[in-house]
């Protein structure tokens, strides 16, 4: 379809790239209705001012007595529908399993060169296994061959989960560092050296990813000093925090100043607005104002808000 750009017009455009949206056949008790209640949803955009809410599978609710790739397989079809029924409002990305080989592969393609998807959501790591996995090789270089964004979202469980028995730490703490491991080992494994134009988009500002720069540079700078211990294999051909620059980090976190911190190191260019509404029902607005309240230039907002964003999805 044609899309229509009111910020080229001079108004604002607003692209929420952090939500989560569900089949109805896939609810239970136990899951927010948020996450099949559209016309919720729809009164929150217009109360926001949000025009297009981009959304994913985070496989931390999906059925469990479903076969992966069917659950895959479903999500797609459902997410390609729902962006067709409403498409200024929607868009669906992808869903797989990076580590699945060529039927997840497969499905992938499909769903990007048939169903039209403009993006693919995964899990920072699955059971234990991070991105870096040789068995995920397959999957960068189609990602990388069909030039879509990589939308990174942590799992249920997470680094750490056995000592996160209290308050919902797995949510609070041990997604954002579930995310910040596997970036880390996507940089220094080379990855994103294998692969230097791809586009991942990390969610809650990448975790604690933009503290790190510093941290993984003097390491490598030290890697030849075996006092500190191993640094093996050697892959890089420039400092890590290089490749943390290729990065695009979401503003999703409620917090000013970690926004500002991600502006600093990605730059304005590489973050984008994020929600993670649904789920987190909480007003949408809330999450805009974070962004209008930065203490940046009015262009640079909208650059969050929404043209970065269009720009990745290839909406301009």
Same mark, same amino acid.
């Given at each position: 379809?044609?899309?229509? #750009?009111?910020?080229?017009?001079?108004?604002?455009?607003?692209?929420?790239?952090?939500?989560? *949206?569900?089949?109805?056949?896939?609810?239970?008790?136990?899951?927010?209705?948020?996450?099949?209640?559209?016309?919720?949803?729809?009164?929150?955009?217009?109360?926001?001012?949000?025009?297009?809410?981009?959304?994913?599978?985070?496989?931390?609710?999906?059925?469990?007595?479903?076969?992966?790739?069917?659950?895959?397989?479903?999500?797609?079809?459902?997410?390609?529908?729902?962006?067709?029924?409403?498409?200024?409002? *929607?868009?669906?990305?992808?869903?797989?399993?990076?580590?699945?080989?060529?039927?997840?592969?497969?499905?992938?393609? =499909?769903?990007?060169?048939?169903?039209?998807?403009?993006?693919?959501?995964?899990?920072?790591?699955?059971?234990?296994?991070?991105?870096?996995?040789?068995?995920? &090789? &397959?999957?960068?270089?189609?990602? @990388?061959?069909?030039?879509? %964004?990589?939308?990174?979202?942590? %799992?249920?469980?997470?680094?750490?989960?056995?000592?996160?028995?209290?308050?919902?730490?797995?949510?609070?703490?041990?997604?954002?560092?579930? @995310?910040?491991?596997?970036?880390?080992?996507?940089?220094?494994?080379?990855?994103?050296?294998?692969? %230097? @134009?791809?586009?991942?988009?990390?969610? /809650? #500002?990448?975790?604690?990813?933009?503290?790190?720069?510093?941290?993984?540079?003097?390491?490598? $700078?030290?890697?030849?000093?075996?006092?500190?211990?191993?640094?093996?294999?050697?892959?890089?051909?420039?400092?890590?925090? $290089?490749?943390?620059?290729?990065?695009?980090?979401?503003? #999703?976190?409620?917090?000013? %100043?970690?926004?500002?911190?991600?502006?600093? @190191?990605?730059?304005?260019?590489?973050?984008?607005?994020?929600?993670?509404?649904?789920?987190? /029902?909480?007003?949408?607005? =809330?999450?805009?104002?974070?962004?209008?309240?930065?203490? *940046?230039?009015?262009?640079?907002?909208?650059?969050?808000?929404?043209?970065?964003?269009?720009?990745?999805?290839?909406?301009?």
């Amino acid at each position: 379809m044609a899309w229509e #750009m009111p910020g080229l017009l001079g108004k604002p455009f607003t692209v929420d790239c952090h939500a989560h *949206l569900f089949p109805q056949h896939w609810y239970v008790e136990s899951t927010p209705r948020s996450v099949i209640d559209l016309d919720a949803l729809f009164a929150q955009q217009d109360e926001a001012g949000v025009n297009l809410t981009v959304f994913g599978n985070n496989w931390i609710r999906h059925p469990r007595d479903l076969d992966p790739l069917r659950v895959v397989q479903e999500y797609n079809a459902f997410a390609a529908e729902l962006t067709s029924r409403y498409p200024q409002r *929607l868009l669906g990305l992808a869903s797989t399993i990076p580590f699945g080989g060529d039927p997840f592969n497969r499905e992938l393609e =499909r769903a990007i060169c048939e169903y039209g998807l403009r993006g693919v959501m995964i899990n920072t790591s699955v059971n234990g296994e991070y991105l870096d996995s040789r068995r995920a &090789d &397959d999957f960068w270089e189609l990602v @990388t061959r069909l030039d879509i %964004p990589v939308f990174l979202h942590p %799992p249920r469980e997470t680094i750490g989960n056995e000592r996160m028995e209290i308050f919902r730490l797995p949510e609070m703490v041990g997604r954002p560092f579930d @995310t910040t491991l596997t970036l880390a080992r996507l940089i220094l494994t080379g990855v994103l050296e294998r692969h %230097p @134009t791809l586009k991942l988009v990390c969610a /809650h #500002m990448g975790g604690a990813i933009a503290l790190l720069p510093g941290r993984l540079n003097f390491g490598y $700078e030290l890697r030849h000093d075996h006092t500190f211990g191993p640094w093996e294999p050697d892959v890089l051909s420039k400092p890590p925090s $290089e490749y943390i620059s290729q990065l695009y980090l979401d503003t #999703m976190g409620f917090h000013m %100043p970690a926004v500002m911190c991600a502006v600093a @190191t990605v730059g304005v260019d590489h973050v984008v607005f994020g929600s993670d509404h649904p789920p987190v /029902h909480l007003p949408l607005k =809330r999450s805009v104002a974070v962004v209008e309240s930065l203490p *940046l230039s009015h262009a640079d907002k909208q650059k969050i808000l929404g043209l970065n964003a269009a720009r990745l999805l290839r909406l301009l």
